[in-house]
């Protein structure tokens, strides 16, 4: 991680096209077979009629942008940008396809990688959100240190990563396309899962906007926090006339502080070593 690029300013500045490969990057006709996928591929899936497509227009009008890769120290190469078009390649049967070649580090090499990807709307929300949360485990990068190599502000980044803690079932639609990024983001506010899938599933089927997403969330969240608040208040009274009562009984401060799942810590204050004596002769009875 020695050496940085600025990888956000747009893939003009690091893909070139056929007619404007930089001095020192002349590009290639090398082997389909002698190339492999990126290791690090944000896609998951490709749409097979999209590829077809693809492949027909290169069939008519050639490959006009080259893909970019690196080469490997054990031979062959490494696919940097361009999978659409080399599957596609490889769809027509043809054996070479154009290339730059370019020496990039690991982390170089998965970031334009996403960049590609996301600038040319490959991605659906989930592939996006779990590459982001990949290059930084690989590369034990900080939200604010990944913004700098892709482009994209740190919230985007933190947003797009929360998407991960969603239900599956919620994913699941994101990575159908029955939910968008925006869509899902809303559903962060509510905090229980059975009604962050509900929700997801009205949206869903009415095709709702963004902002209406928006507003069912933020009344889900309301309901949920005023029971909440609502429980709390209830406990809170509860604890308040137990405390009462054992001051009462034992003739001592005493205060409850509870814990999750119901448990807590019971604390009685003494003054004195008589004191503590009578407080214990008072709970333990005529078992002293």
Known sequence: MSRRRGLGRGLEALIPAREDAVKG???????IDQIRPARGQA???????????????IKEHGVIQPVVVRPLREGGYELIAGERRWRACGMLG?????????????????????????QREDLNPLEEAMAYQKLMNEFKMTQAELSE????????????????????????????????????????????????????????GRQ??????????KKMAEESNKIKNEETAERSSFIREKEKELRDYLGAA???????????????????????????????????
């Open 149 to 204: 190599r892709v482009g994209r502000s740190r919230p985007f980044i933190a947003n797009m990563v929360r998407l991960l803690s969603l239900p599956e079932e919620i994913k699941k639609m994101l990575a159908d396309g029955r939910l968008g990024a925006g869509h899902a983001r809303a559903l962060l506010a509510v905090n229980d899962q059975q009604k962050q899938i509900a929700a997801a599933e009205k949206i869903a």
């Open 25 to 31: 990057e002349q590009i290639q006709e090398i082997e």
């Open 208 to 217: 709702l906007s963004v902002r209406q997403a928006e507003e069912i969330a």
């Open 94 to 118: 043809r054996k070479k396809i154009p290339a730059v070649v370019k020496e990039y580090e690991d982390i170089e090499a998965a970031a334009i990688s996403l960049i590609e990807n996301i």
């Open 254 to 288: 005493v205060k409850i502080r509870e814990r999750g799942k119901g448990g807590g810590r019971l604390e009685i204050e003494f003054e004195n070593e008589d004191h503590l004596k009578r407080i214990v002769e008072t709970v333990m009875g005529n078992k002293m």
């Open 43 to 57: 896609r998951m899936s490709f749409d097979g009629e999209k590829l077809a497509g693809l492949a027909a227009s």
